[in-house]
């Protein structure tokens, strides 16, 4: 399936729109990695552990916006956004969120 933050697909039509689709990931963030974040924070650098997760996030969220559109007869996905958020529920969780609209090409 073909997912794309434009709203068109480079030398095909879109023949049918199908709705908005999403898909979440709401992941815990563990206390040792916050732990090192917080120190790596305090003398500079990047969080290795936030990146790795904040990846998997958005791609758990992008597969399932992916198996929405499916389920409705997609074959492609435009007009993709994501959104991040941090420190939902007191800090101890992230979410990752993307929509778009699912369509048929001709």
């Not at 399936?1 to 039509?13: A, S």
């Not at 650098?45 to 791609?59: D, F, I």
């Not at 969220?61 to 996905?77: N, P, R, T, Y």
């Amino acid at each position: 399936m073909i997912v794309t933050t434009t709203d068109f697909v480079e030398g095909r039509k879109v023949t049918h729109y199908l709705g908005v689709v999403a898909g979440e990931a709401v992941i815990g963030a563990n206390v040792f990695r916050d732990l090192f974040a917080g120190i790596r924070d305090v003398i500079g650098g990047r969080s290795g552990a936030y990146e790795k997760t904040l990846r998997e996030a958005r791609q758990v969220a992008v597969d399932e916006l992916m198996i929405e559109a499916k389920s409705l007869g997609a074959d492609a996905v435009i007009g993709v956004s994501i959104d991040f958020e941090g420190g939902v529920h007191q800090g101890t969780m992230m979410m990752v969120a993307a929509s778009g609209t699912a369509v048929r090409l001709g």
